[in-house]
């Protein structure tokens, strides 16, 4: 947990606010992003994506960890995943880390969640949908997932699953949450990094 924290104190960071948006940019290491947004009323996670480079320097595009990624449509594309397959995406609150999956048309009794090898397995009796969950927060931090935590409910095609944040994720966030507020935000017009060379 201790490497997590320092990683991200460590980090270059840049704030922003959009509205009520508070953006927040992370460099980390060599060749690794971070953004986040965070909703200024409530101080919940909204957005949490990395963008990571490969060994020859090229830019991947920016990877969802939190938050529900655009549909992509890029028309230069020869393949792409079907817009009716179901989607997977976290949308967490401050007391729990949750998913949402759509669409799901069986009814919850259908849907078996159990938890392997610190990752949240989901499997339908009717073997038309398996899902592997991960929470990348809990595997930063080294802490086991325990099922008991795990809730399941469905409503309007769509799978709702929680995992109940543990006191030390709860601590962590709230202590990691009270520096980022400290930095100051660039304002519009602000150039400063952007100053040419």
């Known amino acids: 947990m201790d490497d997590w924290k320092k990683k991200v104190e460590a980090a270059t960071k840049t704030a922003m606010v959009q509205g009520s948006i508070r953006k927040i940019h992370y460099e980390m290491e ?3 992003q971070m953004a986040e947004d ?8 909204l957005v949490r994506k990395w963008k990571r480079s490969s060994r020859i320097g090229k830019q991947s595009d920016w990877e969802y960890e939190v938050g529900c990624p655009p549909l992509r449509n890029n028309v230069n594309d020869v393949m792409w995943e079907s817009s009716s397959a179901p989607r997977c995406y976290r949308q967490d609150s401050k007391t729990h880390f949750a ?16 938890v392997e ?40 095609n769509t799978l709702m699953l929680s995992y109940e944040k543990p006191p030390a994720i709860l601590q962590l966030e709230q202590s990691l ?17 952007c100053k040419q060379q």
């Open 99 to 114: 998913w949402r999956i759509q669409p799901l048309p069986w009814p919850l009794n259908n849907y078996k969640v159990s």
């Open 177 to 193: 949450y009270r520096d980022l507020c400290k930095i100051k935000p660039i304002q519009d017009g602000d150039m400063e990094s």
């Open 117 to 156: 090898n610190n990752t949240i397995i989901i499997r339908t009796e009717n073997k038309k949908y398996f899902k592997k969950i991960k929470i990348e927060d809990m595997d930063r931090c080294q802490l086991p997932l325990v099922v008991k935590n795990v809730n399941c409910g469905h409503a309007n």
């Open 30 to 32: 060599t060749d690794v």
């Open 38 to 45: 965070y909703d200024m009323k409530t101080g919940e996670l």
